[in-house]
């Protein structure tokens, strides 16, 4: 062992020491503040709420104040909560409220506590309490009206969270003292070399991690490794709390200070349309794009770039084609692009939706490349990206780029911002490599992709698909480890990122109550009140299962035929694309196939299937969901499906049960489902009864997990999580750049180096 190596090892043990004497301190200091949080929130709650406390504890108005209560108790923190009387009797309660812990007891063990006396109105009391479930912190304020003492409140909290955030600490602690003892370590060791040798050639080795010495590439990854972790954990879970649309317009100030957010996306969110009588209607499209990325601009501001698809969309722009969104908020642009017919036609609906939509979709619909679609895709492309461009105020803009219609765009706008950050979302499966490998203009697909400095899929396994083709089909470095393809110096990260839903959703939280949505629904379809309901929401499309689901009902009605006459199931059914043939034939099939099931087991007053073969605003799609007993999703394949998510979103009563296909992307965040294989009508159908006789408590659990990972894993995280990555990926570049300009400029290394 060489005289280095010696004395680095006494160094970290020195160090090790320090660090465990160092987490004691900290842990024994953390929690006495937390402590103090604790004394502190509950004279907060008492000072804040009291007036409101005790103006429903007088009036005697038991429910509203245990509705209040409620409301204190939503605190991640307060676990439960509870009036009590001056003589220690229960005046109202949170549901949550520990069933071993009553006024009196909480009383006597006050005044014990207190010698006897009551402790000053106002002042709080607090004591660990041991409940059988875990010991929980109880705190007691005296409340008083004047002179008149109302009794007292009592609120109870979570010990877990105060232990979760010790661990938390701890482990903090032990890094940040691990990095300490790592770097002291390497100062000392590279002083001393820098002392023997030149300075520059030593720190350009250490930086790039060149140095010949053995025993420095270890600790430089290492070090490396350490401040990449440290900062994506407090990044990602510690620091920020929940991810909210606040949380995420700091994400992107902090990362991206004064730069703008430009979205691509060929669905515009809002649509003007000319209306019969010559008024003009918004729309929103039944598009799940705009469902998750909409909110995130509406966090970030900036402008969406699209296609102005709809009648009236010319009248209400300004002379730059662009129009404030959205109606009466008003916190983004929306810029306006035109297309020509024929445009439209071979970009949209030929090389997008004849061409790469089947080609990505295992669904049996037959591809169709045509050259001449192929070409005013490249067109549209090129015009789409540079109005990305000419929306950007300055050369490094944040490029949030949408979907398999904007598969060239990325590379257009990296050749004319080499600076921007792009970030490209394939809300699509990507197909293996053999089947993509028949798609005429594949390299050049890939190359435009590959201009992103990200490029996003819902699952990793089409991540790896992707890597697959670029592997095979394109002349490229792969870093497999870093996920990461490498064109000439610049690589292009390759990341799995779920998309998700806003939370708390806009359209459930002003949608009427559960009973209500139920009963109009059903007066609208003809229900009878103790009808069984099954609710379908898709676009009109091939990929989504619509006949498979239409012959399970009819399965299920075949062997269960005490639910003739009771069970309907309603399709919303959005018609999309239907210049298109395939579309058209869609449409019939699923026509014929509602008439066949309704002649078979329908009577006066009653369809089993109910066809509304419309385009439906959300408030309409939510109380649908809301009604309904079960919602089934049967895509025969699919990114993401963001249906499945609305309907857990819209069933804030925790009842209703969700059927989902194994198809699509949704199944693997949501395993609370009913997870089906659509193509196996008997299993789809057997799934339906399980559904129609499932429990309420059954209903509940599943439920009530699946929304509490909506709620965390929302679309806020979905986008920050992908500007940080972008925002890691900037910084090294920016490092290294500094350092060729500066000190390496003769030396040949590459620009870039993924870690
Ligand atoms: O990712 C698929 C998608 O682009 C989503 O936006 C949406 O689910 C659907 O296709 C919308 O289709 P279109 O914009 O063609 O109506």
């Not at 990854?221 to 900062?231: F, H, Y």
């Not at 789809?684 to 909506?710: N, P, Y």
């Given at each position: 062992?060489?005289?280095?190596?010696?004395?680095?090892?006494?160094?970290?043990?020195?160090?090790?020491?320090?660090?465990?004497?160092?987490?004691?301190?900290?842990?024994?200091?953390?929690?006495?503040?937390?402590?103090?949080?604790?004394?502190?929130?509950?004279?907060?709650?008492?000072?804040?709420?009291?007036?409101?406390?005790?103006?429903?504890?007088?009036?005697?108005?038991?429910?509203?104040?245990?509705?209040?209560?409620?409301?204190?108790?939503?605190?991640?923190?307060?676990?439960?909560?509870?009036?009590?009387?001056?003589?220690?009797?229960?005046?109202?309660?949170?549901?949550?409220?520990?069933?071993?812990?009553?006024?009196?007891?909480?009383?006597?063990?006050?005044?014990?506590?207190?010698?006897?006396?009551?402790?000053?109105?106002?002042?709080?009391?607090?004591?660990?309490?041991?409940?059988?479930?875990?010991?929980?912190?109880?705190?007691?304020?005296?409340?008083?009206?004047?002179?008149?003492?109302?009794?007292?409140?009592?609120?109870?909290?979570?010990?877990?969270?105060?232990?979760?955030?010790?661990?938390?600490?701890?482990?903090?602690?032990?890094?940040?003292?691990?990095?300490?003892?790592?770097?002291?370590?390497?100062?000392?060791?590279?002083?001393?070399?820098?002392?023997?040798?030149?300075?520059?050639?030593?720190?350009?080795?250490?930086?790039?991690?060149?140095?010949?010495?053995?025993?420095?590439?270890?600790?430089?990854?290492?070090?490396?490794?350490?401040?990449?972790?440290?900062?994506?954990?407090?990044?990602?879970?510690?620091?920020?709390?929940?991810?909210?649309?606040?949380?995420?317009?700091?994400?992107?100030?902090?990362?991206?200070?004064g730069e703008k957010v430009v979205v691509l996306a060929n669905r515009e969110p809002y649509i003007h349309q000319r209306q019969p009588d010559g008024t003009i209607k918004v729309m929103h499209p039944a598009s799940g794009l705009v469902t998750a990325v909409e909110p995130v601009l509406r966090a970030c501001s900036g402008v969406w770039v699209a296609h102005g698809s709809g009648s009236a969309d010319r009248d209400v722009v300004d002379q730059n084609d662009h129009i404030r969104v959205p109606p009466g908020e008003e916190s983004y642009d929306l810029r306006?692009?035109?297309?020509?017919?024929?445009?439209?036609?071979?970009?949209?609906?030929?090389?997008?939706?004849?061409?790469?939509?089947?080609?990505?979709?295992?669904?049996?619909?037959?591809?169709?490349?045509?050259?001449?679609?192929?070409?005013?895709?490249?067109?549209?492309?090129?015009?789409?990206?540079?109005?990305?461009?000419?929306?950007?105020?300055?050369?490094?803009?944040?490029?949030?780029?949408?979907?398999?219609?904007?598969?060239?765009?990325?590379?257009?706008?990296?050749?004319?911002?080499?600076?921007?950050?792009?970030?490209?979302?394939?809300?699509?499966?990507?197909?293996?490599?053999?089947?993509?490998?028949?798609?005429?203009?594949?390299?050049?697909?890939?190359?435009?992709?590959?201009?992103?400095?990200?490029?996003?899929?819902?699952?990793?396994?089409?991540?790896?698909?992707?890597?697959?083709?670029?592997?095979?089909?394109?002349?490229?470095?792969?870093?497999?480890?870093?996920?990461?393809?490498?064109?000439?110096?610049?690589?292009?990260?390759?990341?799995?990122?779920?998309?998700?839903?806003?939370?708390?959703?806009?359209?459930?939280?002003?949608?009427?109550?559960?009973?209500?949505?139920?009963?109009?629904?059903?007066?609208?379809?003809?229900?009878?009140?103790?009808?069984?309901?099954?609710?379908?929401?898709?676009?009109?499309?091939?990929?989504?299962?619509?006949?498979?689901?239409?012959?399970?009902?009819?399965?299920?009605?075949?062997?269960?035929?005490?639910?003739?006459?009771?069970?309907?199931?309603?399709?919303?059914?959005?018609?999309?694309?239907?210049?298109?043939?395939?579309?058209?034939?869609?449409?019939?099939?699923?026509?014929?196939?509602?008439?066949?099931?309704?002649?078979?087991?329908?009577?006066?007053?009653?369809?089993?299937?109910?066809?509304?073969?419309?385009?439906?605003?959300?408030?309409?799609?939510?109380?649908?969901?809301?009604?309904?007993?079960?919602?089934?999703?049967?895509?025969?394949?699919?990114?993401?499906?963001?249906?499945?998510?609305?309907?857990?979103?819209?069933?804030?009563?925790?009842?209703?049960?969700?059927?989902?296909?194994?198809?699509?992307?949704?199944?693997?965040?949501?395993?609370?489902?009913?997870?089906?294989?659509?193509?196996?009508?008997?299993?789809?159908?057997?799934?339906?009864?399980?559904?129609?006789?499932?429990?309420?408590?059954?209903?509940?659990?599943?439920?009530?997990?699946?929304?509490?990972?909506?709620?965390?894993?929302?679309?806020?995280?979905?986008?920050?999580?992908?500007?940080?990555?972008?925002?890691?990926?900037?910084?090294?570049?920016?490092?290294?750049?500094?350092?060729?300009?500066?000190?390496?400029?003769?030396?040949?290394?590459?620009?870039?180096?993924?870690?």
């Amino acid at each position: 062992m060489n005289r280095t190596l010696r004395f680095l090892l006494a160094l970290l043990a020195g160090l090790a020491g320090l660090t465990f004497v160092g987490a004691a301190v900290v842990q024994k200091t953390t929690r006495q503040w937390f402590d103090e949080d604790i004394a502190l929130r509950v004279r907060l709650v008492a000072t804040g709420a009291g007036s409101a406390l005790l103006q429903r504890w007088t009036s005697q108005d038991r429910v509203s104040l245990e509705q209040l209560l409620s409301d204190i108790a939503r605190d991640e923190r307060i676990m439960a909560a509870a009036a009590c009387g001056p003589d220690a009797t229960l005046v109202a309660q949170t549901p949550t409220f520990p069933a071993d812990l009553t006024c009196l007891h909480i009383s006597e063990r006050m005044r014990a506590a207190a010698g006897h006396e009551v402790k000053a109105v106002g002042t709080p009391w607090g004591m660990v309490w041991e409940l059988p479930g875990g010991d929980v912190q109880v705190s007691a304020v005296p409340m008083a009206r004047g002179d008149q003492s109302v009794g007292f409140l009592v609120l109870v909290h979570d010990l877990s969270f105060i232990e979760r955030r010790e661990a938390k600490t701890r482990k903090f602690v032990i890094l940040g003292f691990g990095i300490l003892a790592v770097a002291a370590s390497l100062i000392t060791v590279v002083a001393a070399r820098l002392s023997r040798r030149g300075f520059r050639t030593e720190l350009r080795r250490f930086i790039l991690g060149k140095s010949k010495d053995k025993e420095f590439l270890p600790i430089v990854r290492d070090v490396r490794e350490l401040v990449d972790r440290i900062a994506a954990e407090r990044e990602m879970d510690g620091q920020g709390g929940a991810w909210s649309p606040q949380r995420l317009k700091q994400t992107l100030v902090r990362h991206f200070p004064g730069e703008k957010v430009v979205v691509l996306a060929n669905r515009e969110p809002y649509i003007h349309q000319r209306q019969p009588d010559g008024t003009i209607k918004v729309m929103h499209p039944a598009s799940g794009l705009v469902t998750a990325v909409e909110p995130v601009l509406r966090a970030c501001s900036g402008v969406w770039v699209a296609h102005g698809s709809g009648s009236a969309d010319r009248d209400v722009v300004d002379q730059n084609d662009h129009i404030r969104v959205p109606p009466g908020e008003e916190s983004y642009d929306l810029r306006r692009v035109w297309l020509t017919p024929d445009e439209e036609r071979g970009y949209y609906y030929g090389l997008a939706n004849e061409g790469l939509w089947p080609l990505c979709h295992l669904a049996h619909a037959r591809p169709i490349f045509r050259s001449e679609d192929w070409a005013t895709y490249q067109a549209v492309n090129r015009r789409f990206a540079d109005a990305v461009c000419k929306e950007s105020s300055g050369d490094d803009p944040v490029v949030l780029v949408q979907d398999y219609h904007f598969a060239l765009a990325p590379r257009f706008i990296r050749e004319r911002l080499p600076r921007a950050v792009i970030i490209t979302f394939w809300h699509i499966p990507w197909p293996n490599s053999e089947r993509f490998g028949i798609f005429p203009w594949r390299a050049e697909i890939l190359e435009g992709l590959l201009g992103s400095s990200i490029v996003g899929f819902h699952t990793q396994l089409h991540c790896n698909n992707f890597v697959d083709s670029v592997d095979r089909y394109l002349e490229a470095r792969i870093d497999r480890e870093a996920m990461a393809v490498i064109q000439r110096g610049r690589p292009a990260l390759v990341r799995a990122y779920p998309i998700s839903l806003e939370w708390p959703c806009q359209w459930v939280t002003s949608a009427p109550p559960v009973a209500e949505c139920r009963k109009s629904v059903f007066a609208e379809l003809g229900l009878k009140p103790d009808a069984l309901l099954g609710v379908g929401v898709d676009r009109l499309d091939y990929t989504k299962g619509i006949e498979e689901r239409m012959m399970a009902v009819e399965r299920m009605l075949d062997r269960h035929p005490a639910y003739r006459g009771r069970f309907s199931f309603v399709q919303l059914a959005a018609p999309s694309r239907s210049v298109i043939e395939r579309y058209q034939q869609l449409d019939e099939a699923v026509e014929k196939l509602t008439a066949r099931i309704n002649a078979k087991f329908g009577s006066e007053g009653y369809r089993p299937i109910i066809l509304l073969r419309a385009h439906h605003e959300p408030p309409t799609v939510f109380r649908y969901y809301r009604a309904a007993d079960f919602c089934y999703v049967s895509s025969l394949h699919d990114g993401m499906n963001l249906v499945a998510k609305e309907f857990v979103a819209a069933r804030d009563d925790e009842a209703g049960v969700l059927l989902l296909s194994q198809f699509a992307g949704a199944a693997r965040e949501l395993p609370e489902s009913l997870i089906v294989n659509p193509y196996n009508v008997d299993e789809a159908s057997a799934a339906m009864v399980r559904a129609l006789t499932m429990s309420a408590e059954d209903q509940c659990g599943r439920m009530h997990a699946m929304r509490a990972f909506l709620a965390e894993f929302n679309v806020y995280r979905w986008a920050g999580r992908m500007l940080m990555d972008a925002a890691r990926i900037r910084r090294r570049a920016t490092v290294l750049g500094h350092l060729d300009d500066d000190i390496m400029r003769l030396a040949s290394v590459p620009r870039f180096r993924p870690s």
